[in-house]
């Protein structure tokens, strides 16, 4: 996906679509991220979990972001509950 067609929008529905075809729960998808089990998913782990489960290679720009949108507590990572927040809110839309 180009840096013209991207949107934090697209990123969601894209994970929520992957999810959904692949019978995963968001702790299914958090630990695929999570590679190295620190109960955090950090840039490289969401650029390589992203290419894995939905196939985009996103720039870095693009998943600095997407860490932004989604890090409620400002540790410049994504936990558990902040990916089940942003998927949850993505259902109710």
Do not use: C, Y
């Not at 996103?58 to 936990?79: F, M, Y």
């Amino acid at each position: 996906m180009s840096n013209d067609e991207w949107s934090m929008a697209d990123s969601i529905e894209k994970i929520m679509n992957a999810m959904n075809d692949k019978g995963l729960s968001p702790e299914d998808v958090f630990d695929q991220m999570d590679s190295d089990q620190d109960g955090r998913i950090n840039g490289p782990e969401l650029h390589k979990g992203l290419s894995n489960l939905v196939g985009d290679l996103l720039s870095p720009a693009q998943i600095s972001t997407i860490i932004q949108t989604l890090d409620t507590n400002e540790d410049h990572r994504i936990d558990l509950e902040e990916l089940r927040t942003a998927l949850t809110n993505s259902e109710e839309e």
